[in-house]
């Protein structure tokens, strides 16, 4: 009988060791596959603009950059279970491939708006600025000093299509000035030099129009409306923040949280305001009114 107790106690503590060891290896195992899941990298296909400095564009070298593209790529550093690839394509192309789920994220100077947060994933945290203010005869200088201005003198403002966002931002302007409303009045969509040969024949007095457009084509010398700029200026009204547009999945919910998290630190390290200079020659951030 002692025997047998021997031999059995010995069968039961070698049971246990075995045990134990599987247990432990098992661990090992799930820890092993904790780490290879927390280490795994996600790819996501970044498509953007192709010629629209300084937000998004190919450069001289054939290589996606911009103002936009260099905020994504400051964030791509900062998510290490994230790896962007960039492809410039159309404004077209961009908007169809992200609703299809080609491309994962897009940017393009996007203000959000309501139908694009229902298409779309729109995070919280923007990633640049669109300065966007008026546009009128140089000689009518000292009279529009602000939009403001503008709307007390009762101002003549060139009419603005309904599905154009700039609509909705005069229509919050009167909102908030009931007093001193600017008229607005719906458009079909018009070119640039339409409006601006308006403004200097007297038909309208003023333009609502975005900063860098105007910069573009007034102000550059090799602009197509350069021979305006001696008649026409313009001042800023404010800045309206632009996101990137996400592909709607559950994966890209929780990138748009990783995203949002990253853009916060580099607001806070400078990173945002020193790109903003070196490629607007000024902080687009400071035109927003919070």
Do not use: C
Request: no cysteine; charged share 25%.
């Amino acid at each position: 009988m002692g025997k047998n107790y021997k031999i059995i106690g010995g069968a039961i503590a070698a049971v246990v060791i075995i045990g134990g060891v599987v247990l432990i290896r098992g661990l090992q195992q799930d820890k092993k596959a904790d780490a290879e899941t927390t280490n795994k990298v996600t790819i996501l296909q970044v498509a953007h603009t192709q010629n629209y400095k300084p937000y998004d564009y190919v450069n001289e070298a054939g290589e996606s950059d911009g103002f936009e593209v260099q905020v994504l790529k400051a964030v791509d550093k900062k998510l290490k279970n994230y790896k962007f690839e960039y492809n410039p394509t159309s404004d077209e192309d961009l908007l169809v491939g992200l609703e299809s789920g080609k491309y994962d994220i897009g940017t393009k100077g996007a203000w959000k708006t309501a139908e694009r947060e229902e298409k779309f994933i729109i995070p919280e945290e923007k990633i640049a600025a669109s300065v966007i203010g008026l546009t009128f005869r140089k000689a009518d200088a000292a009279k529009y000093t602000s939009l403001e201005a503008f709307a007390k003198a009762g101002g003549r403002l060139v009419p603005i299509s309904p599905q154009n966002a700039q609509y909705q931002v005069i229509e919050e302007f009167n909102q908030k000035n009931p007093a001193t409303p600017i008229n607005l009045a719906a458009s079909e969509q018009f070119t640039i030099s339409d409006a601006y040969a308006w403004v200097l024949e007297n038909r309208y007095d003023g333009f609502f129009d975005i900063k860098l457009s105007f910069d573009n084509s007034v102000l550059a010398e090799a602009g197509p409306y350069h021979q305006y700029v001696n008649d026409l200026s313009y001042i800023p009204y404010k800045g309206i923040p632009t996101y990137p547009i996400i592909h709607k999945d559950e994966a890209n919910e929780e990138f748009a949280k990783a995203y949002d998290q990253a853009v916060k630190e580099l607001a806070e390290d400078g990173t945002l305001k020193k790109l903003s200079i070196k490629y607007f020659g000024e902080d687009v951030f400071s035109y927003i009114q919070e």
